[in-house]
């Protein structure tokens, strides 16, 4: 009877010990997706928890392609977030990126998958940058892109230039990216007249929100 109960205590040690031994799945993230502007492609994801030892990994790939390939840099990260924009730089692909937690020592979750993305059709194209100068012949008028990549990435690029007048009349000029500036004349002087600029891409029928408003008095 001492041999059996000796030997049901060390069984019972034995499936504990087992057991301890198993890792514990965690829940993948969540809402895994490309938040792409101006062609800088940033995976974003929700982690499963808050706890703060949870470590992310990232791997991507082309659509089509069989292997998966580890990003540089967004291997055991603490951020739900990962710049991909080296990696998804060819416009005419597409891609997937895919994420997975872990914590230490052995619990880890598993790939959770983004939609698949491409930067041509899926990046949004921010606003220009809007710059005025007050000469004795009218307004003159510089735009330029936020970040060069849109210029690179487009050949036909062009910016709407929207001139409010103090009557509330709107008028709209056209303006080639490679344009070095537009001057507005015929104004009336001593006046207040406000401008919005807004990028264009034809070829895609895309176009960026309007910048913010800017004013000015005229001479």
């Given at each position: 009877m001492t041999d059996l109960l000796l030997g049901a205590v060390l069984l019972g040690n034995l499936c504990v010990r087992v057991t301890a031994q198993v890792p514990v799945m965690l829940a993948p993230p969540?809402?895994?997706r490309f938040d792409s502007v101006d062609y800088k492609n940033?995976?974003?994801w929700t982690p499963p928890t808050n706890r703060s030892s949870l470590q992310f990994y990232v791997q991507w790939k082309i659509y089509g392609e069989p292997q998966w390939?580890?990003?540089d840099g967004c291997?055991?990260?603490k951020k739900p977030q990962c710049d991909l924009s080296v990696v998804t730089s060819d416009p005419r692909e597409w891609y997937y990126a895919r994420v997975h937690a872990s914590s230490l020592p052995?619990?880890?979750s598993a790939w959770a998958l983004s939609p698949r993305f491409s930067p041509r059709w899926d990046?949004?194209?921010s606003s220009p940058v809007l710059r005025l100068n007050l000469t004795e012949q009218g307004i003159v008028v510089r735009v330029k892109p936020p970040r060069q990549m849109v210029r690179k990435m487009h050949s036909i690029l062009h910016y709407e230039i929207y001139l409010l007048h103090p009557s509330g009349q709107e008028e709209a000029f056209r303006?080639?990216?490679c344009s070095n500036k537009l001057t507005l004349k015929k104004l009336t002087h001593k006046d207040k007249y406000c401008l919005q600029a807004q990028t264009l891409i034809p070829l895609q029928a895309k176009s960026s929100a309007r910048s913010p408003v800017k004013c000015?008095?005229?001479l």
């Open positions: 969540t809402q895994v940033i995976v974003n390939l580890d990003v291997q055991g990260i052995s619990s880890k990046t949004k194209i303006l080639n990216c000015v008095t005229t």
